[in-house]
């Protein structure tokens, strides 16, 4: 977007502009300037500019699908995206103590009174969210779905994420010298 009104305020200052001067100095330092310069050893030249092509993209636009795990508002509500940044897709998590951490990106920013919950397995989970982030803490090994929701105060949801699987792997409580292997004594 910056780059696109720099272009047109180029264009603008440049089919505004009556004059460009062309300045050459002593050393072959070039310049440009909207007023001649007369000054020792510098060559003036007056540049003549043409017309600027210009195109204009009217063709239809392809609505932005965002990455795996995204979702876009189809309620046309104030919410545009709701994605899941993390665990990534299918990921194999290792973690003893059955911590998750789950980040979020959301457009535009929650309102005062919303807040992200957290569907985990299905489940409405009411874990508490820090901004966009969601920590687990002591989830069972094996395998997890989740999706995010963005609820009002009243309870209602306004936009969801896409679900999202990961794999959370822990020692077994079943067979404690696992945890042993690979130490000596």
Known sequence: MGALTLVGGLTLALTSAAEIYKTVDEF????FTD???????RAVEKVR???MNTYVDDSPRAA???PAGTAESETGGYYRTLAILSPEADAALRDNAGNVMINAHIEPRLLPGDRIALR???RLNEAAAQGTRIALSNLPRGSHSIQLVVVDRSGNEKITSGTREFHLQRFSQLHPSSLARGRSN
Request: hydrophobic share 15%.
């Open 35 to 41: 007023r001649p310069t007369q000054q020792p050893g």
């Open 28 to 31: 072959g330092n070039v310049s």
């Open 49 to 51: 500019v043409d017309t």
């Open 64 to 66: 932005y699908e965002g």
């Open 120 to 122: 985990l397995d299905g």
